[in-house]
């Protein structure tokens, strides 16, 4: 499974890539206006240093608009997705954009017929949100197992990219279901190695080592 992160913040972004923790970027409007940054600066400098997808969000809605700043987001760099919202006006400027050749990332999808359009409008991407779901006491890990099932049955090969993740227990969960990306804050993808029975075998190991006086260094 593929881990992307979340943000338009470049040293978090940096922290993550240097470990080979990145496999792709997606930003939002909100994570853009978050940063404090220009969003054509932003995603350039995060294109320069991550060589995979970089999502890279349309600020209109109607889909001629769309199209036109998704063709001046391509050209900030190759790596480019654009993402648009899975409106009818978004499927429109999906479809237009990926018979251009580019990568598109079809975003704000709640459901798995959302889902199926998008894979037929030739979305490299669709962002489920799972967070948002369990936020309104819906299963947001269950719309992934069926998007999975649903592409599977039928071969697309728009990769499942879920987002809106909170949890550990999102990542790991959507890692058994087959979801293909995962995008994910950092903070979310730094508390992937906590693990409480670690802190306890590492304390006792330490406090061992040092009744024995030994030092390796
Ligand atoms: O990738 C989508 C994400 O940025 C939305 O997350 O936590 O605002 O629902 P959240």
């Known amino acids: 499974m593929k881990f992307f992160v979340d ?18 970027v997606t930003t939002n409007p909100s994570l853009i206006k978050k940063s404090g940054r220009d969003i054509i600066e932003v ?20 889909a001629d608009t769309m199209i036109a700043e998704g063709r001046k987001l391509v050209e900030i760099a190759p790596n480019i997705a654009v993402k648009v919202p899975l409106t009818w006006d978004g499927l429109k400027a999906c479809k237009t954009l990926s018979s251009e050749g580019h990568m598109v990332n079809v975003t704000l999808c709640f459901s798995a017929n959302q889902a199926l359009l ?14 948002r779901l369990d936020d309104i006491n819906l299963d947001g890990l269950e719309l992934i197992e069926n998007i999975r099932t649903i592409y599977d049955n039928y071969g697309f090969d728009t990769e499942i990219l879920a ?15 087959g979801a293909d990306v995962v995008t994910a804050p950092p903070a ?8 409480p029975l670690t802190d306890k075998g590492l304390a006792a ?12 260094l």
């Open 188 to 195: 979310v993808i730094k508390s992937l190695a906590n693990h």
């Open 118 to 131: 998008a894979a037929k409008a030739g979305a490299s991407f669709i962002s489920p949100f799972i967070g």
């Open 163 to 177: 987002a809106s993740v909170r949890t550990t227990n999102h990542v790991s969960e959507c890692a058994l279901i």
């Open 43 to 62: 995603t350039k400098e995060i294109c320069a240093m991550v060589s995979g997808p970089v999502s890279a969000e349309v600020t209109s809605t109607d």
């Open 205 to 216: 190991f330490m406090a061992d080592i040092a009744d024995t006086g030994q030092k390796i």
């Open 7 to 24: 943000t338009a913040e470049i040293d978090q972004i940096r922290e993550l890539n240097d470990l080979g923790m990145v496999d792709g």
